[in-house]
């Protein structure tokens, strides 16, 4: 049955059984194994701040590899799965779920998962690497300080000692709304782009103020719900490209992680085939560059806005008309500035909607030595272990901008870094080489418009990882382990015999 049944699927959709054939492979390769329930795991014991897919995926890379963890969550059990417990249920991948593995056991069931089917994957690796007894909900962690032995305490001793922390805590905390002068006067409705579920749209003149990849959801849903006529006030240039996972997985690749010689390549490309006649929404020649700023991903956009259903206008809100019909706007043309002169028009709204971001949430908690200039976040050593303290991990929550993706293999291979360090201190880079490695970066990247570290592509940060592993050769047996996640018994039993020779020269071991 079960034979026929696969027949079937191949049959009938022949690409999606090779991506879940190829995923259940990488499953088998490369998930760690969950421990038996009620093992008792080895220290380091890690102390993991966040629930969302990043504590959840960097937790059981921990348990997997016999190494104990905690989760704390600063909300209850319903927050499990971090942004993706709280967005509109219309919201999903924009990206291929190709670029958002957060752990090898994950399995998607098609190319761009919608908020459900994320949660759900977050919940059964939380389930199947025995999380929930390690999780610690409705806990706000607003403290992280060091015993008189080094170890890590979160808020108070009551939950015991750390050697190691990962810091989870994403980068969409509570919703952000704007307020626009005259905005008490509207007669119509105001919604933040996440509160979408159950509203409607339908025959509405409906304005989404922001520019982002929330705006360009929020022009969805509204298209979907067959709305009259939708306008987007975006106020700063951003790049959209297309929904196609070559092309976004190319551009991820740049091993810069900045503007090159070559960008205008894809740049221009972007503007022949994909911007087309709508040439002037793209970001004008010579101004933001694509690799200075995350880029949405969407091929609905510019359809919409040729069928006439959607309006793209750049330019500055004045304020919502006395009327309380609508937003009085300046309209600038492509090349004008913020705030530059343009023509002032009212877009008529009975529904606006903010899709002005999220609050970001605070690292306020790590002790103060770890935000010193000019070494303070994102400007840290692989841009998430903070030189003072390489036993702490900010990890996801320290970038601004990036062309990549925030859910993929890299939370295993930072968490396998921390563990290394943990466990190995001829592998732990010393306070001294974590500065020069971020001096370096930031020289090497010094003319970048996106900054050394707050923009960043995948590729820049594949190539971060081989060379910060090449540089160091105590660090080569860790080489499979830290970025597959296998052979940890080999360097396991190398550390134990560094550490007898190095007992034996009456050295420190830890
Ligand atoms: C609508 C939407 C769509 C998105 N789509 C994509 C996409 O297509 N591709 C992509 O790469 N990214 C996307 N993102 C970005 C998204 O934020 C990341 O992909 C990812 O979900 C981040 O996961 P995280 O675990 O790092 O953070 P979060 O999911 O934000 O989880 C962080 C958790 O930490 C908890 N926390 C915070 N502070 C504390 C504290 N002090 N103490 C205890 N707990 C705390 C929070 O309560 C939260 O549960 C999207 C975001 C949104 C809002
Ligand atoms: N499926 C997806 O891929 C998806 C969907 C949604 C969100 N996300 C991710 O979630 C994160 C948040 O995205 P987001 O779109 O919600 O927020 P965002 O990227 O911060 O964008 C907010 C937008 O609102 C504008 N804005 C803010 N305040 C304003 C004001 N007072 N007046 C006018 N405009 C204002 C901003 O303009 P300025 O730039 O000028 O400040 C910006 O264009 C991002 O990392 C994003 O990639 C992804």
Known sequence: MALQGAIHHFLTNPILFVYQLLQWLLDKLLSPTPPPPNADLSRPKVAIIGAGLTGVSAASHCVGHGFDCRIFEAGGRKALGGIWSKVNNTSGLQIHSVMYRFHPSVKWKKGYPDRQQIVSQITQLWERYGLEQKTIFDTRVTKVYKDSHGRWIINDPSYGRFDGVIAAIGTCGDPKMAHITGQEKFKGEIYHSSQLDGKNAKDKKVVVIGGGASAVEALEFVAAENAAHTSILARSEKWIIPRNPFVDMLLSLNVFG???????????????????????????????????????????????????????????????????????????????????????????????????????????????????????????????????????????????????????????????????????????????????????????????????????????????????????PFRWKWALFVLFGIGTALPMSVVKQEDKVRNGLGMKTN
């Open 258 to 472: 900045e503007e090159t010689l070559l960008s205008w390549i894809p740049e221009g490309l972007l503007r022949l085939f994909f911007y087309r006649d709508l040439y002037d929404l793209s970001p004008p020649p010579n101004t933001k560059g694509i690799f200075t700023d995350t880029p949405m991903v969407n091929d609905d956009v510019l359809d919409l806005v040729r069928d006439g259903k959607a309006s793209w206008l750049r330019g500055d809100i004045i304020a919502f008309d006395e009327s309380g019909t609508g937003i009085r706007f300046n309209k600038r043309s492509q090349g004008v500035p913020k705030g530059g002169p343009g023509r002032e028009e009212l877009i008529e709204a009975d529904m606006v909607i903010m899709a002005t971001g999220y609050q970001r949430p605070s690292l306020n908690f790590l002790p103060p030595e770890c935000f010193d200039e000019p070494y303070q976040p994102p400007n840290w050593y692989l841009q998430v272990f903070p030189p003072a303290h390489v036993d702490i991990c900010a990890n996801n929550c320290t970038y601004v901008n990036a062309i990549g993706t925030v859910g993929n293999y890299h939370i295993g291979i930072y968490t396998r870094f921390l563990l290394m360090y943990l466990v190995d201190p001829l592998a732990r880079p010393q306070e001294f080489w974590m500065k020069k490695w971020i001096d370096m970066t930031r020289w090497i990247k010094s003319k970048a418009p996106g900054g050394a570290f707050d923009f960043f592509t995948y590729g820049e940060l594949l190539y971060w990882f081989a060379f910060t592993i090449l540089i160091n």
